[in-house]
T-cell receptor, first 110, second 113 residues
């Protein structure tokens, strides 16, 4: 079983709508959690990084939350744009190594 | 500013042929370097990481190897490619500071036929 589970696997929304992507993890101990955006055929790009003491962090229209007690994180995208179509990857770091989720494939349609 | 390069961008190779993918980083010194493979529709799988010249750690047994001949150069190789080696290969470097984060290269798409 993967130590980082993301849901949903894929998501289709209309332009302008909001959406929330989920990441549940069992990685322990915990150092930080990162969300990446990966456009098709490109390398991932970091969106946010949160440590144990942070429970929310924003980067423009992207807002990540972290509940270290329940080991859950979410990425909320506000007022989606066509350019938000991509895979979103959750990565949990336990100081020794990084565990990657399989990603959520988001498609934003006009 | 720091940049990371990978080449080639795409590669089609026959089964049994050798492989050499190169990754170079500019604008930083002594970075941690990583090689990942991403199969279609799957998550990223860490293959190798390096904390310095000549220092390579492998995460999974495979027919691939890695080398770091220079501080900012990371090479992924194989003597004989398998069909299962097809995938998207990503190199990344890690910056150390208040917020550790990995910066990924543009990737190399490898198709083994």
């Amino acid at each position: 079983k993967n130590q980082v589970e993301q849901s949903p696997q894929s998501l289709i929304i209309l332009e302008g709508k909001n959406c929330t992507l989920q990441c549940n993890y069992t990685v322990s101990p915990f150092s930080n959690l990162r969300w990446y955006k990966q456009d098709t055929g490109r390398g991932p790009v970091s969106l946010t990084i949160m440590t144990f003491s942070e429970n929310t962090k924003s980067n423009g229209r992207y807002t990540a939350t972290l509940d270290a007690d329940t080991k859950q994180s979410s990425l909320h995208i506000t007022a989606s744009q066509l350019s938000d179509s991509a895979s979103y990857i959750c990565v949990v770091n336990n100081n020794n190594d990084m565990r990657f989720g399989a990603g959520t494939r988001l498609t934003v349609k006009p | 500013s720091q940049t990371i390069h990978q080449w080639p961008a795409t590669l089609v190779q026959p089964v049994g042929s050798p492989l050499s993918l190169e990754c170079t980083v500019e604008g930083t010194s002594n970075p941690n370097l990583y090689w990942y493979r991403q199969a279609a529709g799957r998550g990223l799988q860490l293959l190798f990481y390096s904390v310095g010249i000549g220092q390579i750690s492998s995460e999974v047994p495979q027919n691939l190897s890695a080398s770091r001949p220079q501080d900012r150069q990371f090479i992924l190789s194989s003597k004989k490619l398998l069909l299962s080696d097809s995938g998207f290969y990503l190199c990344a470097w890690e910056g150390m500071g208040e917020e550790e984060t990995q910066y990924f290269g543009p990737g190399t798409r490898l198709l083994v036929l």
